[in-house]
C-alpha cells in the first residue's frame, strides 16, 4: 500500500530491504509473491511500456500508471512521460533563445507629427486564451488556436480603420490577461483546473508570441506604443515569462515601452485621463476606484477623466462610480464545453 499523504509504502520485508527502507516501520501491511514481482517489473521501462500497450494508451503521454486490486492501490511514475516532458521544456527553452539571438531586430527610431489635437488609442484584446477547444457539435461554435489569432488580428486592423481619420499620438497596448488557455503541461490553469485545450502548451506559447509580436508591429506604424501587462489566473507564470519575451524582442525599439512587473493592477496617464487596468479576479468591482486612488495619487490627482478596464468575466459591464468609471470587456474567445454546461 502507498499513502500520498505520508509518502508511507507498506510492503513485506523482502521488497522493504529492496527499497532500502527500514523493515520494522513498514511491517505493517504485506505483499504477496506475486505482486512483489509486478512492482519489480513496473520499475522497470519495460513493464511500464508492456502496461501501456495492454491498456491501449500512449506511452510518452502518460505520466503514471495505477494499479489497484482488492488488496493493494500502487501509483508508478512513468521516466518516459518525464524524460518526455524535459525534452519539450528544453527544445522550448532553446527555440527561444535561438530566436532571439538570431533575429534580434533592428527598429529606427520613428519621429512623429506633433498635433494639438491627439488622441490616445486602448488595444486591449481580451481573454484570448490561445489553446482553449470549442466544438461546435456541443456548443454550437468553434474555436482553436487559428481562430484566435485570426479574430485578434481582423479586430486589431478594424479598430485601425475605424480610427484612421484621428490623429494618435500613443497607443496604449494591455497584454496578459489570459492569452494562454493554460499554464503546464498537465493541460490546467494555474490553480489545476483541468481544460480542453488545442496543441501543446510549448506550441501555444509561441503562437502567442508571434501574435504579440504581428500586433506590436502593426501598431507602431501609427504611434508609440506603451505596453502593460495585466498577471491572470489561467496563465499566472507562463504569461509572465511571455511578456518578459515580448519586452526582450522589443529592447532596440526606443517607440514602445514596457511595465510588466506582476503587479495586479496597472494606470496609465495619458495628460488629464487616467487608465487603470487589472484582470478581474482578485479585487472586488466595488473596490477599485480606492485602489487606485490609494495606489496611483500622483495621477490620480493630476487627472480629471479615470477609468478601470478588467477582464475574466468575458462579457461587458460598466458602472460609474464617483469620478471614474469601471468597465469589463468582451472576449473575442469561444464557448466551450464547461461555460456551454
Known sequence: MISKSNKKIYVN??????????????????????????LK??????????????????PETTPMLWLKSKTESIR???????KQEEKLLS?????????????????????RIENSESYLLVIDPADIHIG??????????????????????SGVRGILSKVSSFHIDKILFIGGNDILHIDNPGRTTTSGTPQDTDGMWHSNFLIAKQL?????????????????????????????????VIETYFKNCENITFDCSISHRKAFQYHNNLIGTTHGDGAKQMDLPLL??????????????????????HHKTSKDYIGITVESLRSPSGTDSWHHR
Open 132 to 153: 482553449k477547444l470549442c466544438s461546435a457539435f456541443e456548443s454550437g461554435e468553434s474555436y482553436n488556436n487559428q481562430i484566435a489569432v485570426q479574430r485578434v488580428l
Open 292 to 313: 487606485m486612488a490609494v495606489e496611483y495619487p500622483s495621477e490620480w490627482s493630476n487627472t480629471k477623466h479615470r477609468y478601470v478596464y478588467t477582464h475574466h468575466v
Open 91 to 111: 527544445n522550448l527553452r532553446d527555440d527561444l533563445i535561438k530566436d532571439l539571438q538570431e533575429y534580434i531586430p533592428k527598429f529606427p527610431k520613428l519621429e
Open 212 to 244: 504579440y509580436v504581428d500586433v506590436l508591429e502593426m501598431l507602431l506604424t501609427v504611434a508609440d506604443v506603451h505596453f502593460t501587462f495585466n498577471p491572470s489566473n489561467h496563465d499566472y507564470t507562463n504569461g509572465f515569462f511571455l511578456a518578459q
Open 13 to 38: 520485508d523482502k521488497y522493504a530491504i529492496l527499497l532500502g527502507l527500514n523493515v520494522s516501520e513498514y511491517k505493517r501491511y504485506r505483499l504477496s509473491k506475486e505482486n512483489i514481482q509486478k
Open 41 to 58: 517489473e513496473l520499475k522497470d521501462n519495460q513493464g511500464v511500456l508492456d502496461a501501456c500497450e495492454n491498456l491501449g494508451v500512449n
Open 76 to 82: 508508478v511514475t512513468n521516466p518516459l512521460f518525464v
